[in-house]
């Protein structure tokens, strides 16, 4: 589906995204973050957090216009502040009454649905793009619904609908999504996250059984198995990565525009050797120079499929303007931690 849809729509003018970053000159902004946030006891990381975003969004650019994020760092601050209290009374609990801590944990988790939907709440209405915001629709409900009735059922088949799941949450996310007054569509196919998960499954076990061979041959294979089958999980989810992010790109569309990722197993897997070795090398002093690599490879492998792209911004630009943007939120703070 996905393949023929792009063929069909092979006529649209492709707007490519472009990452205009530095390793270098985000290093600066990075370095003070950290010995602000560290000064500050963590006080300064809400506003480490609305820098470092900034700065990859006013970087990122399509059609030579830069997106914007417009957090206010005090909501980032609320949000971190009730994270650490939950953290406080899960250790104290966890030395005076574990029986309460595990009671705790399962609060916490019953949460989760919620945490997710005012994050991505929070995020894309402060996310916008010539100056239209993006907005996450997502309910509550359904959020329980597919978060924690679907996690349920992934351990009730022993992991059997996991390749289900994944697809429903990718659905979710992607169709919530509102750009000014249009609202993105997205139709993954089951069938594809089934084959991928097969492929996966299949390549996994053939390793590991040639693997154990080794190792039955001595300590030196018990040795090779233990190096090998961290490189092995490392590619398999590249793989994983790559073909699901490519689909659901695919898939997905707002109004006439759509979208293409073409992201590759094989230099996925050289970016990550690379940032790990980087990261290894600096002792993590070449965290900002990983960042703006990854950043740059993956906008670097998205377009933007659509003929008048212009005119389709201004006319969001004049509608959102007409109705009024709804900014504020009854409980305005960031969860996402």
């Known amino acids: 589906m996905s393949e023929t849809t792009l063929a069909t729509h092979s006529s649209d003018t492709k707007n490519d995204l472009v990452f205009t970053g530095k390793g270098g000159e985000f290093f600066g902004i990075w370095i003070v973050n950290v010995l602000l946030t560290i000064c500050t ?15 990859f969004y006013g970087n990122t650019k399509l059609r030579g216009s830069p997106f914007a994020y417009t957090a206010n760092p005090i909501s980032i601050l609320k949000g971190r502040i009730i994270a650490f209290l939950a953290f406080l009374a899960y ?3 966890g030395q005076s009454s574990p029986e309460f801590a595990v009671f705790f944990l399962l609060l916490l988790a019953l949460l989760a649905p919620f945490v997710i939907i005012r994050s991505l709440n929070f995020r894309l209405q402060n996310t ?44 979710f996310y992607v169709s919530n999504i509102r750009f000014g007054t249009s609202e993105f569509t997205c139709n993954p196919e089951v069938s594809f996250f089934y084959k991928t998960a097969g492929i996966i499954f299949v390549v996994f076990a053939v390793l590991i059984i040639g693997i154990v061979f080794l190792a039955s041959l001595g300590a030196g294979g018990v040795k ?3 190096i090998m089958i ?31 990722s073409e992201l590759e197993t094989g230099q996925l897997v050289g970016l990550w050797v690379g940032n790990l070795i980087l990261l290894a090398v600096t002792i993590g002093l070449a965290t900002p120079w990983v960042m703006v690599r990854n950043a740059r490879y993956r906008i670097s492998k998205t377009t933007v499929l659509a003929d008048n792209l212009d005119s389709f911004f201004a006319e969001q630009k004049d509608k959102s303007s007409a109705l009024g943007e709804e900014i504020g939120e ?4 960031d969860l996402a931690i």
């Open 41 to 55: 006891l963590g006080i300064y990381s809400a506003w480490a957090k609305v820098r470092t975003t900034n700065y």
């Open 91 to 93: 250790t104290f609990l």
């Open 128 to 171: 916008e793009y010539r100056g239209v915001r993006f907005k996450f629709q997502g309910k509550t409900g359904e959020a329980y619904g597919i978060f924690l009735g679907g996690y349920l059922l992934v351990m009730l088949t022993l992991g059997i609908l996991f390749p289900w799941w994944e697809k429903r949450r990718k659905e």
């Open 224 to 226: 090779f198995m233990t």
């Open 230 to 260: 961290y490189p092995i999980v490392g590619i398999l989810a590249a793989f994983w990565f790559s073909r699901v992010t490519n689909h659901i790109f695919a898939v997905s569309k707002l109004d006439a525009v759509r979208f293409k």
């Open 330 to 333: 009854a409980f305005d703070i």
